[in-house]
């Protein structure tokens, strides 16, 4: 069974900072790329960042230079910093995995993907 459980969501003053954390089930980890998505009230879930297995990394530009991904493997863990944070970075959190395996002999591969079940980041002015 895969499982994805975030934390670290709450209430926080504009300019503070919130740190998010999503643990993924052992037996996928380490084949997965981890994104971080975010859905403010009324709009559509968005990517905010992305780290790959090896660790590269890619922002969306409303968050580039105040929020860094990271993974640790040693815990499968993923990390979500946020720094600055300003009103309009309300908005439920959510965690992502992918990960593609070979299905069979011809080497063709299906995706795999999972959600976590999201955590809320309210920012206050």
């Known amino acids: 069974q895969v499982q994805l459980v975030e934390s670290g969501g709450g209430l926080v003053q504009s300019g503070g900072s919130l740190r998010l954390s999503c643990v993924v089930s052992r037996n996928i980890f380490s084949d997965s790329s981890v994104d971080w998505y975010r859905q403010p009230p009324g709009q559509e879930r968005e990517l905010v960042a992305h780290?790959?297995?090896?660790?590269?990394?890619n922002y969306a530009e409303s968050v580039k230079g105040r929020f860094t991904i990271s993974r640790d493997n040693a815990v499968n863990t993923v990390y979500l910093q946020m720094n600055s944070l300003k009103p309009e970075d309300t908005a439920v959190y959510y965690c992502?995995?992918?990960?593609?395996?070979?299905?069979?002999?011809?080497?063709?591969?299906?995706?795999?993907?999972?959600w976590g079940q999201g955590t809320q980041v309210t920012v206050s002015s």
């Open positions: 992502h995995a992918s990960f593609s395996r070979v299905i069979n002999v011809e080497g063709a591969t299906a995706k795999r993907e999972y």
């Open positions: 780290i790959t297995t090896r660790g590269n990394t």
